[in-house]
């Protein structure tokens, strides 16, 4: 049982400490005055659980931590845990077991990496985990009364979830996953499952019929390829002794090419041998004569050119005379005699020097320009005798440069150059045609004409007899065959192929058949244990359901016994897919419509009460009622109390029960029995709790 509870700023609880005795302990309050939180107090301190949203949420607000405390006594123990929380949402918890006036700590923390939990020391002790608990000591606002007011199908499916085989349904698709991966497991490791034997097995004779087909298709296959092998290899000698030939005549067209080539290249050299000689002749016929006549035009130039410089300095020593002539003119001129006496010293003079004499002065001027204008004249003709002389010597020199270049020094020479080419043009007439039909004629022109010539008689002996289009046939003959046999090759190795696959499939498919058939096997005792032990409707379930019926039935039947109703005994049987409720007095059975508010609640209560027992609640030996007048007429609140007000027989009862009842119907407890009353009340410093009584 509980013996107490301590709050510290936790939810709407700044300081609030409960103690509480074996019985029946109400809490009565309005609605958000804290008496709930009373019930996460318990869970969070025992387990580290509650109904709120996070653990946060657990710490009043403007505090930064909490904490809720529960001490407890199971088996003439007393035990302490204690949980604490702040506001960054660290925790610390400890359990404890109270020895006298000492404290003997269990476990501290939940370091499960290090092998300690105090939620799992709480659970050894209590026996019972935080899922567990809820079932069987706490009962939500609506539960009680949904036992009795639900369809009998509903109250089945109640019942499954109070006592766990709801929980088979867990384990039944638990077994379909278990299933379902299973021959997934199978699927990855052979490609099939236990569902394909039937498909397998189908494939299995395809491939089988598909082999047998197969067999002669080669065999005949095989026969024919014998066949084209030995008639290629026929065909393949003969084109080995004939393919040389084929070689020979290649180099037979080559070497009658080479000698046409090699005489129309003779023949271009003769005749540009030919043609440069005639361009030898034609530039240097002509050059001798002139040639000959250099030194004497030579000497000519050089006389020529003396007679013109001299022409020249006597035009110049005449000019000269002119020009001092002139001067002695315009002197003579001056000087006249006037009466017989000279015009400078007045002396008398008969007759002037004829140097002084203005006429003969003149006609000295007159016989000057005479004699230059013909030594002009003569100069001229020098001149152009020195240009005639000029040009006949560049052709005599451009002659001599002609006959330097071809290396021509005598007439004689160049007759020779004439009488060979005369000769060669002779040559040229004889050479005939240039085709194959003159290769013999061409062998004439040399001995390397000749030596091509020997190859070609050579090359005509060796290929003689040998047809090129017979060997052309011979070819396609045996490409054709080989196209054939590579068709055949094809087919067979397509059916070597098809059969290796078959038969390698036949293995696959035998050995998943056989695997398979052992994997069925145990899927179908898988599928046997679904059904038969996890199925809610299986033997099992059903057995498991009887017997937990059968439980509850003799457990809530002590429990009314105690509670003192006209009831004696409550019968839950369980038929088809229903269960009902079956209510017994000492002398007739009693129909649930027909009972009083107050049996009803008492049918409830007892029902719970043995479902509890049921579940292992005896170690706590707690039930919390959680709002149980939600939905109540005032008549059935009433008996509601009524009942509450009995409980105290049963915690003076061989197996105590403490009960605490949360409600915010306060009046209906006033003239009550029941003992101890906790009024909660909200303030703006959070939930204050006072005993009534």
Known sequence: MIISIELGDFLAHSETKLDFDNGVTVFVGHNGAGKSSIIDAITFALFGQHTRKSNKGLIKRGTTQGFAKVNFSINGKNYEAVRKIDSKGTLSAKFSEIIGNDILEIAAGERKQFGESMTHEVEKIIGLDFEK?????????GELNSIINAKPKEFKELLNAIIGIDKLDVASESMKTVNKEFRESIRDKIGYDDTHIDILSKDLEKHIKEIEESTPQKNQLETKQKELKNKMEELRKKIED?????DKINQLDLRKKELIEYAKDAIHE???????????????????????????????????????????????DMKSKTASLKEKQLLASKLQLKDNKCPVCDSSVEKLNPLFQEEHIKQELVSLQEQIILKEKEFQMYNQKKKEFSEKLQTARDAEATLRAYSINSKEELDKIQEDIKIKKQNIKKIPETNSANLLEMSQLDSHAKMIFENILKLEIETKGFDEQEFSSLKKSVNEKQTKLSSIDQQIGAILEKISKGNEQVKIIENAISELSIVKDYVMNLDEIQNNVFSRDGPVATSLRSWALNAISAKASEYLALLNTKIQRIH????????????????????????????????????????????????????????????????RKK????????????????????????????????????????????????SSVTLLN
């Open 572 to 635: 839950l049987a369980e038929k088809a897919r229903d269960i009902s409720i079956i209510c017994n007095s000492k002398t007739e059975e009693l129909d649930l419509e027909s009972l009083s508010g107050g049996e009803k609640v008492s049918v409830a209560l007892a029902l719970r009460l043995g479902m509890a027992s049921l579940l292992g609640a005896s170690n706590l030996n707690l039930m919390i009622l959680d709002e149980p007048t939600t939905h109540l007429d005032a008549e």
């Open 270 to 316: 003769i005749q540009q041998e030919i043609n440069k000689n005639e361009r030898k002749i034609h530039d240097c016929e002509g050059c001798f004569e002139p040639a000959s006549l250099k030194k004497d035009f030579e000497s000519k130039i050089q006389k020529v050119e003396q007679a013109v410089d001299e022409t020249l300095n006597k035009i110049q």
């Open 242 to 246: 004939e393919s040389p030939k084929i």
């Open 639 to 686: 008996s509601l109390v009524d009942v509450l007000s009995q409980l105290s027989n049963i915690s003076n009862s061989e197996t105590p029960m403490q009960f605490i009842i949360i409600t915010h119907d306060s009046e209906i407890f006033e003239d009550s029995s029941v003992e101890q009353i906790y009024k909660f009340e909200s303030s703006e410093q959070g």
């Open 133 to 141: 608990l809820k079932v069987a000591s706490i009962v939500q606002q």
